[in-house]
């Protein structure tokens, strides 16, 4: 029995012998590999250090205390963490360890801003986990460099690493002091949490708040900006992208990598001094990626001049040749920000529906601004919608970098090359005060496009125009319709050009034009003999190919829709007659005019009846057709038309006609 019982307590004494053991053995393991990992910190240039730590053995937990290190990057940044504790700790090999869950207690970052003593930016959070963690069991070698691109690549290719199912930060609190100035700023993350997270991507991320207070200098006074957002949501991350986009050994890849799905916000809030408020009721930016043959951003990084000097002309131009790459690197496939509103406590408020863009291939394909509408002085400000249509950002950089000199600014020609950046502008649906009355400027649209380019100058051109203004009595141009009743003037424009090269022709088709309560027209003009040198941004050269071109055919339709009654009206105001009185007058005196143009011109007496006809009966349509009658040089028919009409129609066979 008692051999029995003996046996009993020592196997019991070997077990917790062995127990302890193991869990003294299982500690030194764990200590030796914490220490191994803080020494490629001291090895590479930096500080760290840690306090106590423990293992237990049932658990598989780990515990690291009082955790200190400075990076060895200039300028450094430091972290500190009270305690990591890490749970279910295995480890399948030498080069990987996994945990159930990794609670970090207390994080503090802290790291100098800008070039500026004293200016800093330090984060907070007192509790950081992360769940069914995997990664590295040690740091990755420390990159051979310490520029910023490089640095970058080696926390990439950490972050590639690691998976696990989640991190959630419950809060984070910042602080930015700007040197020895009253400048600073608070800012605030709350509810932030990463799900996915795999191969260098997370699948989602979410913030549900963000604040932050800024103090400013405005006149040397303090100022103070706040602002806050809430529900940011970040879905398909992809870090590998942005590894690839600036590693050098893609520099050929022309292919765009998608970096976010997708990007959104709920409502954004600024508020500045004096109550000035702006608020965004959500923001989405979808598709964002980068093309890694376009984004070389160590180049761009290693041309920024030191704080306090100034780049040459040369580094400036080279600069923005290198943005311009850039931002032809870049892909937004749609932002839009929507609801945007302004409140000036002083000044009223102004809100806009929508502002949408998109990017690709360092153009912007649309610029749109919609449902605007702000409070004047005079009354309410209303655009529908503006939008610039296909603006060549990159080619806008470029031409900057012309005004990247001391020499004088671009010449007339060099000023042309901004034409082909931009194809067109939209309005729609604009409403504006009219002088200092209650009645306002309306316009449906204004569509402009222009394209086909030879050299900066466009060939082709097209105009619609539709707006309505009131009349201004006290303009002498317009006094004649204020005084017959017209209050309003309508306009309705369609107007369209176009060069051919393989003709030489140039058309203006279809050009049509309506004044509401006064007439309807539609002109066709053709020129030919049209040389590309016409388009030259030389002048000299211009006007030396100007003087091959011959006119071409005219086509007139004029539609009378009360026209003839106003200019009636105003001869007999002005003659103190009848109004038939005056129609007979106009009417007669075309008449004359026309036999007197015959000796010239034998179709002219044709066109005068016509003409006479459309004042004798409103509501009247006119046609007239002039064709050259041979080789007519348009540099001598203008000026033939300024000092003798009558020879210069002579030049054309006239075919005139009235119907209604």
Known sequence: MVKILGGVLAAIAIAVGGFFGMQFYMQHRVVSGIEGAFEQIRAAGGKASYGKVSFDLLSRTVTVADIATQSSAQPPANIKIARIVASNVSQQDATRFSADSIEAADVEVAATIGTQPGSSVTYKAPLITVKDYSGPAGLPPQPASSSAIDQYRAVIGQFAGINAASISIASIVGTMRFGTSPQDGTFSYAGLEAQGIKDGKISTTKVDGFSFAVTTLEKGRPQKVVGEMTN??????????????????????????????????????????????????????????????????????????????????????????????????????????????????????????????NLEDGKVREFAFEGFDTSTPKGPFKVGRFALKSLDLAGLMRFGAL???????????????????????????????????????????????????????????????????????????????????????????????????????????????????????????????????????????????????????LELVLRDTGGVDFTVAQQAREQNISR?????????????????????????????????????????????????????????????????????????????????
């Open 580 to 660: 038939e009185e005056a129609r007979s007058a106009i009417a007669e005196g075309l008449r004359t005019a026309g036999k007197e143009a015959a000796t010239t011109n034998p179709d002219a007496v044709a066109a005068a009846q016509a003409l006479a006809r459309f004042f004798e009966t409103p509501g009247q349509t006119l046609n007239i057709k002039l064709t050259p009658l041979g080789k007519v040089p348009m540099l001598q028919l203008i000026q033939l038309l300024k000092t003798d009409p009558v020879v210069a129609l002579a030049q054309f066979r006239i075919e005139a006609s009235t119907g209604l």
């Open 232 to 357: 940011l949501a970040m879905l398909d991350f992809d870090a590998m992208a942005i590894a690839a986009a600036i590693d050098p050994q893609n520099a050929n890849d022309d292919r765009y990598r998608r970096v976010y799905r997708q990007v959104a916000t709920g409502p954004y809030t600024i508020t500045a001094p004096q109550g000035v408020r702006t608020r965004i009721e959500g923001l989405t930016v979808d598709d964002v990626g980068l093309r890694p043959s376009r984004m070389k951003l160590e180049t761009l990084l290693a041309m920024i001049p030191p704080a306090g000097t100034t780049p040459s002309p040369a580094q400036a131009r080279q600069m923005m040749e290198n943005v311009a790459g850039f931002y032809q690197g870049l892909r937004i496939g749609n932002m839009e920000a929507r609801d945007i509103s302004l409140e000036i406590p002083a000044g009223g408020s102004s809100k806009l529906s929508a502002m949408r863009l």
């Open 403 to 553: 005004y990247a000199t001391p020499a004088p600014p671009p010449s007339p020609d060099q000023a042309l090359g901004l034409l082909p950046l931009l194809e067109g502008v939209e309005l729609k649906t604009f409403a504006a005060p009219f002088k200092n009355t209650s009645k306002r400027i309306t316009i449906d649209t204004i569509n402009l496009d222009w394209g086909q380019f030879v050299g900066p100058i466009p060939s082709k051109l097209r105009l619609a125009l539709k707006m309505a203004a009131p009349l201004d009595a006290s303009n002498p141009a317009q006094k004649m319709l204020v005084a017959a009743g017209l209050d309003t003037a309508v306009l309705d424009l369609d107007l369209g050009a176009a060069w051919a090269e393989a003709s030489r022709t140039f058309a203006l088709e279809p050009a049509s034009l309506e004044l509401g309560g006064v007439l309807k027209a539609s002109v066709r003009v053709s020129l030919a003999n049209v040389p590309k040198g016409a388009f030259s941004p030389n002048l000299a050269q211009a006007t030396a190919a100007a003087a091959q071109i011959e006119a071409g055919t």
